[in-house]
């Protein structure tokens, strides 16, 4: 089974947790997310302490494969924070799908 990595950016906060197994048949291993803070996004130091944090937790959990909740649609609704954090999580090297808020809610809705 594969563990499967979501993820939600909010503000400077990665909130991470480890899905296993298939859409059908699967478990939350992670029970609470993981928070993983960027800091101050225009230290250098806190860029390279964020993708290594990543990168570690990807690693150390045996992720196969990221989602990414998409954030908000438009110019400029979220912060620089939240696109460097973004792109920090694409350099893993991870596959990457993103997805949409509503169809995290949908399908949600339907499994209970």
């Known amino acids: 089974m594969d563990n ?3 993820i939600d950016i909010t503000g400077k906060l990665a909130h991470v947790l480890v899905i296993k197994g298939s859409k059908e048949n699967h478990e939350i291993v992670t029970k ?7 800091g101050d996004h225009t230290n250098q130091e806190n860029i ?12 150390e959990n045996s992720i196969s494969k990221v989602a990414l909740k998409s954030g908000s649609t438009g110019v400029y ?5 939240v696109f460097k954090m973004e792109a920090l999580i694409q350099l893993t090297g991870m596959n990457i799908d993103y997805v949409k808020p509503q169809t995290l809610s949908a399908y949600w809705k339907n499994a209970t």
């Open 48 to 59: 390279k302490d964020f993708y290594q944090n990543i990168s570690d937790f990807l690693k």
């Open 77 to 81: 609704k979220s912060g620089p924070a």
């Open 32 to 38: 609470k997310p993981v928070k993983i803070e960027l």
């Open 4 to 6: 499967i990595c979501g």
